[in-house]
T-cell receptor
């Protein structure tokens, strides 16, 4: 039981390059999330997926796209990377059932991305 | 919109000292409140939670009480250890059914022997 896994752990891009961050969970969770963490800013939600086949924008979605490939996998794509996207990216998942008021989010180890 | 404000760090303490990290929130309705902890080089882990007013969450010697009248959820521990050194995040969920979280900016705790 690996929990939430993310690949890669580190990545360096040049401005304008594209890449996809991968996330997978093996807990059969319905909901998945992408956050970015910047110094002094806490974590900010980029996109989330409440269930397979649905995605919604969070607080800071500009410059990103997501795909909920299946129940296990939720990828984050940067089409044209910019230095402002230098950050640590965390994927999380939770079991949000029908009518649930809250559900613990489980986080992956993060991807440290640098855009030059 | 929802927001969480927590004290800036770093908080530096000696081992066995008392810890308080302040957290206040703004939200509509009746949010659930959380403390998450991030150890160096790792992702976040849920430390404790409270889902209604006057609830006390507790775990690993840490405690926090949901105070609706002061919109606060302060984290306390009676005697910190070096292994408690980490970044602590206060967060809320507005119970919309999608469990999205709004985080504070985090407070770094450094405990010296």
């Amino acid at each position: 039981n690996a929990g939430v896994t993310q690949t890669p752990k580190f990545q360096v891009l040049k401005t304008g390059q594209s890449m996809t961050l991968q996330c997978a969970q093996d807990m059969n969770h319905n909901s998945m999330y992408w956050y970015r963490q910047d110094p002094g800013m806490g974590l900010r939600l980029i996109y989330y997926s409440a269930s397979e086949g649905t995605t919604d924008k969070g607080e800071v979605p500009n410059g990103y796209n997501v795909s909920r490939l299946n129940k296990r996998e939720f990828s984050l794509r940067l089409e044209s990377a910019a230095p402002s996207q230098t950050s640590v990216y965390f994927c999380a998942s939770s079991e949000v059932g029908q009518g649930a008021m809250w559900s613990e989010q489980f986080f992956g180890p993060g991807t440290r991305l640098t855009v030059l | 919109g929802n927001s969480v404000t927590q004290m800036e760090g770093p908080v530096t303490l000696s081992e066995e000292a008392f810890l308080t990290i302040n957290c206040t929130y703004t939200a509509t309705g009746y949010p659930s409140l959380f403390w998450y902890v991030q150890y160096p080089g790792e992702g976040l882990q849920l430390l404790l939670k409270a889902t209604k007013a006057d609830d006390k969450g507790s775990n690993k010697g840490f405690e926090a009480t949901y105070r609706k009248e002061t919109t606060s959820f302060h984290l306390e521990k009676g005697s910190v250890q070096v292994s408690d050194s980490a970044v602590y995040f206060c967060a809320l969920s507005d119970n919309s059914g999608y469990s999205t979280l709004t985080f504070g900016k985090g407070t770094m705790l450094l405990v010296s022997p």
